[in-house]
């Protein structure tokens, strides 16, 4: 089964860390992409995402505000599996991280529409 680990954090904070602080947060990422691999775990994607552009208007970053800042898409047994490596993603102490099932639906032959 697929699913998404989704990291949630503030925009705020990151702008607020240092270099180092930065480098040791990417450094804790790939850490964990290496345990995920030593498991065995496939990982179909992954990814740090650029900032959202948002409606005119909007609040965009500002305290208490989590906006998705990365994911990555593993392949595991179980639902349980996945939760336990959400628990070991590095994220900010204002962070969270949310697990979703990738569910696909019926794929259809190009040219067939949306």
Known sequence: MQFALLMFGQETDWDAMT?????ERFTANREFARALVAAGVEIVYGARLG?????EGEERAGEGVLELGG??????PSEQEALGWAARMPIGPAGRVEVRRCERGP???AGEGN
Do not use: G, H
């Open 19 to 23: 270099a180092e602080e930065r480098e």
């Open 51 to 55: 900032r959202p552009t948002v409606a």
């Open 71 to 76: 994911l990555w898409v593993v392949e595991v």
């Open 107 to 109: 794929r259809r032959p």
